[in-house]
């Protein structure tokens, strides 16, 4: 019974990731992998030595920094917030109507950001309704990381939330109202009771966090970017793209996914190592 | 305490209005697009749409769906959605259930192997030499094989299989049924609330997916509704983006907005579904492997 999945995780998983040994090899392709010369470390070496890969390392750490920034704290900032409201209909649309963004598409994602953002979009009109001047949002590097930023929180705040709500049911009301009878604000409920519940979690995320800061998913930048900005939008998994599957260096790009997805092991577990010696609890 | 009790509705006054303007803001791209699609093409060129629709008109989405291969390929994936989906549930049940048994020898084992394949995915360009050294490239089978078991999903599965009384499983065996019995008409059906929440995992994943459809398959009778979109809605016209309005209608405005709120409908009309399942599966999937 066994078999078919076994099978499928060697075909699909264990053998790609044999395959990575491209990244020290001169692939070849009429030799196929495994008969293609060792090339040693000369890949990564390359790597390092090209401008374009240090720029997509800028990019992809930036844009990173950026979600860390603002996505990463967006739910847990609404969560909170959300737990002191009282009405628990609005509750439940809100959470309702924000997790809606986390299934749309990239690509729809994409087409909505064009419409808000472009010269002709709903930003540009309304400032336009002001007498303000149109600002191009989408071809300038930097308004464009904003934009960027900002689909990051409108697409992944109700999944966020989801999850700290989720370790705040476990809660007992009764501890908020004993807390307020013996005097405790509202900020020492908040700061004694709601955090502390949701610390783990937090940590948690935040470990991955940090271990993904060298990775980056490839729809976002890819389907977001555009010609005028490429100078940021241009990252680890668009480079991987460009010069593996675009330009055929194979091998090559290889090295360059092999060197991401070995600083995020390190990084999360170093992250892990931290967390524990806080005397927090750690993912591992 | 009366004037605390007033502060009290106060202070729920303006939290039930931060929450509505949240829920506002997170609805008014949408809205947007809305207005967008049902407008006339020089009313969006002119830049001033909001959310009320200017010179109304369904001609964006009668252009829009003229378009054969939108049609097509909303059709094909969601064939393809569906077949994926069946495979990777069969695939993910054959795995699960054996390794929810606890007196299986080399359990611990296999089941460590699986989970290693949550932590270690291979990059994008071993997938693709992988997918091309098995003549997967350019086949429907590209979009359909690679992804069909997800160990994150086979997890969840497993620990759903080890709170069930073994003693159902027991019975069924007692009775003379072999192991693919027991597992389809006694483990699939106690399973069904948790296989419908993986259910909806891989398809939602399999019908928003783009980048695979963009490395493997060239050939456009295998792009998915995402990739044709896309194409639809591509920022070709530059000049559009950066303000001038003045952009030729290749593709304009309206029935990019038309294209993409049609993509969204599938989704939207099962949201209320699958929100709640979702909610459900990140529960299970938050407990620790």
Redesign the interface.
């Known amino acids: ?2 078999l ?3 099978a ?2 060697v ?7 044999a ?2 040994i ?1 990244a020290f090899k001169d692939y070849n392709i009429f030799e196929g ?1 495994w008969a293609s010369r060792w090339a040693g470390s000369r890949h990564f070496a390359e790597a390092f030595r090209s401008v374009e890969f240090r720029y997509a390392l800028r990019n992809t750490l930036l844009l990173n920094a950026g979600d860390l920034l603002f996505s990463f704290p967006a739910p847990i900032l ?1 969560a909170v ?2 737990m ?4 628990s209909k ?2 439940k ?2 959470q ?6 986390h ?6 994602v ?3 950001v ?3 953002f ?5 930003i ?3 400032l ?2 002001l007498g303000i001047p ?3 949002f ?2 300038t590097p930097a308004l464009w990381m904003v934009v960027y930023w900002v689909s990051g929180v ?1 697409k992944g705040t109700g ?1 966020g939330m ?2 700290y709500l ?1 370790a705040l049911t476990a809660v007992d009301p009764a501890l908020g109202e004993a807390a307020a009878i013996d005097g405790a604000g ?1 900020w020492k409920r908040v700061t004694r009771i709601t955090l502390p519940v949701i610390r783990p979690t937090i940590v948690t995320l935040l470990i991955l966090n940090l271990g993904g800061v060298l990775s980056i998913g ?2 976002r930048p ?2 977001l970017g ?3 900005v490429s100078d940021v939008s241009n990252v680890i ?1 668009t480079h ?2 460009a010069v ?2 675009q330009a055929g260096r ?1 091998d090559f ?2 090295a360059i ?2 060197f ?2 070995a600083v995020g ?1 390190v990084m999360v577990a170093c992250a892990n190592l931290f967390a524990r010696r806080l005397g927090e609890e750690g ?1 591992v | 305490m009366v004037a605390n009790k007033r502060g009290e509705s106060v ?2 006054f303006f ?2 209005a ?3 303007s ?2 506002a803001l ?5 809205v ?2 809305l207005a ?1 699609s049902l407008s006339g093409k020089n009313a ?7 959310f009320i629709p200017v010179g109304f008109t369904l001609d964006a989405y009668r252009r829009a769906l003229a378009d054969g291969g939108f049609i097509y390929s909303f059709g094909y994936s969601l064939a393809l959605t569906s077949g994926y989906t069946l495979l990777a549930l069969i ?2 049940s ?2 699960a ?3 929810a048994q606890r007196d299986l020898p080399g359990a611990r084992i ?1 089941k460590a ?2 989970v290693f ?1 949550i ?12 997918a091309r050294n ?1 003549g997967l490239l350019d086949s429907v089978w590209a979009l359909a ?5 997800s ?1 994150y999903n ?1 997890v969840i599965l497993i620990n759903f299989f080890r709170s069930v009384d073994p003693a159902l499983f027991e019975a069924a065996r007692i009775d003379g049924a072999g ?2 019995l027991t ?1 389809a008409a006694v483990a699939v059906p106690l399973a069904a609330p948790a296989l419908a929440t993986i259910a909806l995992f891989y398809a ?1 994943s399999r ?5 695979d459809v963009l ?1 493997y398959v060239t050939n456009p009778r295998l792009y998915t509704v ?2 044709k ?2 194409q639809m ?1 591509d ?1 070709v016209v ?1 000049s ?6 003045a952009g030729n209608d290749l593709a304009a ?1 309206n029935i ?2 038309a ?2 709120l049609f ?2 409908l599938p ?1 939207a009309i099962l ?1 209320p579904f ?2 709640r399942r ?2 459900r599966g ?2 299970l999937g ?1 407990v ?1 492997g």
Not at chain 2, 145 to 149: K, N
Not at chain 2, 240 to 245: D, I, L, N, P, V
């Open positions: 019974m066994l078919p999945p076994a499928f995780l075909l699909f998983c264990y053998i790609p990731l395959g990575n491209a992998l609404l917030t959300l002191e409201l009282r009405g609005l509750r649309a809100t309702f109507i924000l997790f809606l963004p299934f749309f598409s990239m690509v729809i994409a087409g909505i064009y419409q808000v472009s010269g002709t979009g709903l540009n009109a309304a336009a309704a149109r600002v191009g989408l071809g409108w999944y989801i999850i989720a509202r490839f729809d890819y389907l555009n010609v005028l998994s991987v793209y593996g599957m194979f790009a290889t996914g092999l991401q997805s092991i993912i | 202070f729920q939290m039930g931060f929450f509505l949240v829920c997170c609805l008014a791209p949408a947007h697009l967008v969006v060129l002119s830049g001033r749409i909001g695939l993910t054959l795995c259930y054996p390794l296999v192997l699986v394949t932590y270690f995915t291979p990059g994008i360009i071993p997938s693709y030499l992988n098995l094989l690679p992804g069909a078991l160990a086979a192991e693919y597992l939602v019908w928003n997916g783009v980048s490395f995402q990739l979109l896309k809605t920022m530059i559009q983006q950066e303000g001038s309005g405005d990019k907005a294209a993409v993509s969204m989704i949201y699958i929100q979702f909610t990140i529960l938050a620790k």
